[in-house]
């Protein structure tokens, strides 16, 4: 589901009535009287073949101070920021309003696609409401009844092609993983482009610093921060060309993402969402820097993220922010190496980066790890150095013999690249202790330099492909059956 459809409106108009339709349930709480809803609600929506993410706001209301109506405008107005498309409804039975007239201008400067739409116009009541929606200058009006279901395959029609461009962005911008290798280990590398930037997720828990941190990078308060955790609240992609001391700058996509709680502690709706939507992040990104805070470092849901980005094999950058507020910094770096290489033994040796998003030390070594993290995520090895390193390893320590049948290990090839993949033939691979597999995975990344990022290695059994097993028994009986019949 790549489109995202948000619904926005005054109050009153039919916004949830609508939502729940979209999504096929009673999600959202429908009453007669105006702000009912006062937050963001998300669900699945279809409209026959076209699946999308749909986005029930509150009722857009005239107020700018941190009064509840000027927050839920606010929190309206960053759906309508993140939204692919907005469906702009108004009610066809009252006609356009002075705050119709209002909203539609700010749609018009906020949001890429908006679709006007004129609700409850069922029956000729609505009829001079439906012509009155012209005039707002946002195209031909799509003429609706949440409540009965009327006017979808219009709705439908401008959907479509929408959907279409959003599922081809998805695709273009979806980073490359399993890249397969043929025999000697070779296959082209992805560049770094402008079109085609390294992608970047930055997550933590919540107010680690992430979006302090983005903005020191963007030079720029681009994105909300404050001394409140949890004031992100989707994930949000930002193009910046990180530039180091000598000029050579890199074109990235770097993700801010909300940060993620133990799921026990995840009671708002809103912040489920947001969580979910850190969790896409990662699969968008070829570099995932986990954001530590130095005064809490490796609680048990920066263990859980890291682990979840080494899960989807992305490289993995670890960062522990506010390091200027450190006082005995020498003990403490000696401390968090020993936990990071205790408590997170699937990313031995991955880089350990301390940074200060408020003051901007350690932007430049942040940045180098991030680079040569996504170096060694496409790191090739070439075969014949591959089975010549295996040897060395089986010499020093032979695999088990289980039931004193010993395990062979003939052949070894990298498959994959983004992250590094290797194929071991041997056989009876299903009797392989993972300590052994543990044993060579260790092994590659010490010889073949290559920290931190995940390594996958599979274990295939060769069988008896003997092609000339079985040959000579039925080579045998064709003959005995032509002497036969010559006789």
């Known amino acids: 589901m790549s489109l995202t459809l948000a619904i926005v409106g005054r109050p009153n108009v039919g916004k949830s009535t609508l939502f729940n339709r979209l999504v096929g349930k009673r999600l959202a709480l429908v009453d007669d009287q105006p702000g009912v809803t006062r937050d963001l609600r998300e669900g699945e929506g279809r409209l026959a073949d076209l699946r999308f993410t749909v986005i029930d706001t509150a009722g857009l209301e005239d107020a700018t101070d941190d009064s509840l109506q000027g927050r839920m405008r606010r929190l309206t107005e960053r759906a309508v920021d993140m939204a692919d498309v907005c469906l702009f409804m108004i009610d066809a039975r009252v006609g356009v309003t002075p705050t119709d007239e209002l909203f539609a201008d700010i749609l018009r400067k906020r949001s890429k696609h908006v679709i006007l739409a004129a609700n409850k116009a069922e029956g000729s009541a609505a ?9 707002l200058g946002l195209g031909e009006p799509v003429r609706l009844s949440g409540e009965h279901g009327e006017g979808m395959t219009d709705l439908y029609t401008q959907l479509m092609p929408l959907a279409d461009a959003a599922e081809e962005q998805a695709q273009d911008e979806a980073p490359e993983t399993d890249i397969e290798l043929d025999e000697d280990g070779e296959g082209e590398t992805p560049l770094i482009t402008a079109a085609k930037p390294l992608q970047v997720a930055v997550v933590g828990r919540p107010n680690a610093g992430k979006s302090t941190l983005i903005n020191k990078i963007m030079g720029e308060d681009r994105l909300l921060t404050g001394p409140e955790a949890g004031i992100t609240r989707d994930a949000i992609s930002l193009r910046v060309d990180w530039a180091d001391p000598d000029g050579d700058s890199t074109p990235m996509r770097i ?5 993620m709680r133990k799921k026990a502690k995840v009671q708002e709706k809103l912040e489920k969402l947001s969580v979910s939507d850190g969790l896409r992040a990662v699969k968008f990104a070829e570099v995932v820097v986990v954001l530590l805070d130095a005064a809490i470092p490796f609680e048990q849901q920066d263990l859980r993220i890291a682990d979840l980005a080494e899960r989807e094999g992305r490289a993995v950058v670890i960062a522990v922010n506010k390091w200027d507020i450190e006082e005995d910094k020498q003990e403490k770096l000696r401390d968090l190496k ?28 942040l940045r180098a790890a991030i680079l040569r993290a996504h170096n060694v995520w496409n790191r090739r090895v070439p075969t014949a150095a591959l089975n010549r390193w295996l040897t060395a390893m089986l010499e020093q320590h032979p695999p088990p013999a289980p039931q004193g049948r010993r395990i062979k290990l003939r052949y070894m090839t990298q498959a994959k690249t983004r992250p590094p993949g290797f194929v071991v033939m041997c056989s009876h691979p ?11 995975i260790n092994g590659l990344r010490e010889d073949f330099d290559m920290p931190g990022t995940p390594i996958r290695l599979t274990l295939r059994g060769q069988g008896d492909k003997n092609p000339y097993k079985g040959r000579r028994k039925k080579n ?3 003959l005995a059956k032509h002497l036969k019949g010559r006789a």
């Open 255 to 259: 993700f801010d993402t909300a940060g």
């Open 338 to 365: 020993e936990s990071f290489e205790r408590l997170l033994p699937q990313l031995r040796g991955a880089p350990l980066i301390t940074v200060s998003a408020k003051t901007g030390r350690g932007l430049e070594r």
């Open 476 to 478: 045998a009986g064709a």
């Open 430 to 440: 299903d009797k392989m202790p993972e300590s052994y597999n543990r044993y060579l």
């Open 127 to 135: 009829d001079a409401g439906v012509l009155e929606a012209y005039n």
